[in-house]
């Protein structure tokens, strides 16, 4: 069983920064393409930033110069460092990565979550 853990989450004040964690644990071959979203209370989930293995990385535009997407294959842990943080951002941050278990067999995988407060 494969399994996504995050870390890192917690109250900042308006214009401070998180860093967020997640942790792959458990049987697989290989570890494609990882990524964060958030889900605000009342608002449908959304992409924030992915990272492709080769760490090609991507951004929501809110985001785009505020957030950093790294990863780290020999731990197995992708991170989100998130700077200038906004109110509007507070959300339950969520890790997902696209997880080849065994040869011709890979799905997407999701972490529970880690609340973010960001208080004005």
């Known amino acids: 069983q494969v399994q996504l853990v995050e870390s890192g989450g917690g109250l900042v004040q308006a214009g401070g920064s998180l860093r967020l964690s997640c942790a792959a644990s458990g049987s697989f071959v290989r570890i494609n393409a990882m990524g964060w979203y958030r889900q605000a209370p009342g608002k449908q989930r959304e992409l924030v930033a992915t990272?492709?293995?080769?760490?090609?990385?991507n951004y929501a535009d809110s985001v785009k110069g505020r957030f950093t997407i790294s990863r780290d294959n020999a731990k197995n842990t992708v991170s989100l460092q998130m700077n200038s943080l906004q109110p509007e951002e507070t959300a339950v941050y969520y890790c997902n990565a696209d997880i080849a278990i065994f040869h011709n067999f890979r799905r997407d995988y999701w972490g529970p979550g880690t609340q973010v407060t960001v208080s004005s």
């Open positions: 990272i492709t293995s080769g760490g090609s990385a």
